[in-house]
């Protein structure tokens, strides 16, 4: 079970924009440009079921801006496994695929563990 909440912020705020999705397992996208937008966990704040993986895709409209995530509600419980399980993974890309496995090639990333 994850929770959260989050807030994408790029420049200055304009006005909000929400992306909540229904549910996970295909991966969501969406550009940022001077507006803040929201990412929310599906069915927030209901939590939602184990073995769901959720996908959010964010880029810059202006590839030299940065992208600043703030946490409004986190609630990820320990999973008891290490970080195998529960877990919220933000990755800086370039956005090139590596056409063996797939998926993006990063360039930096944080892991935050339940």
């Known amino acids: 079970m994850i929770i959260f909440w989050l807030?994408?912020?790029i420049q200055e705020i304009i006005a909000e924009q929400v992306h909540q999705?229904?549910?996970?397992?295909e991966q969501t996208s969406?550009?940022?440009?001077?507006?803040?937008?929201v990412v929310k966990s599906?069915?927030?704040p209901a939590s939602f079921?184990?073995?769901?993986?959720?996908?959010?895709?964010?880029?810059a409209?202006?590839?030299?801006?940065?992208?600043k995530v703030?946490?409004?509600?986190?609630?990820?419980?320990?999973?008891?496994?290490?970080?195998?399980q529960t877990y919220l993974q933000i990755t800086d890309g370039?956005?090139?695929?590596?056409?063996?496995?797939g998926k993006a090639q990063a360039t930096g990333s944080v892991k935050l563990c339940g």
């Not at 999705?21 to 397992?25: A, Q």
């Not at 079921?49 to 880029?59: G, H, L, T």
């Open 49 to 59: 079921s184990s073995q769901i993986q959720c996908v959010w895709s964010v880029k």
């Open 21 to 25: 999705g229904k549910v996970c397992g």
């Open 70 to 84: 703030e946490f409004q509600d986190w609630i990820i419980p320990a999973s008891g496994k290490g970080c195998d």
């Open 42 to 44: 599906p069915f927030y």
């Open 61 to 67: 409209l202006n590839p030299s801006s940065r992208i």
């Open 30 to 37: 969406f550009v940022l440009g001077g507006k803040s937008q």
């Open 94 to 101: 370039s956005g090139d695929v590596d056409h063996a496995t």
């Open 7 to 9: 807030l994408l912020n």
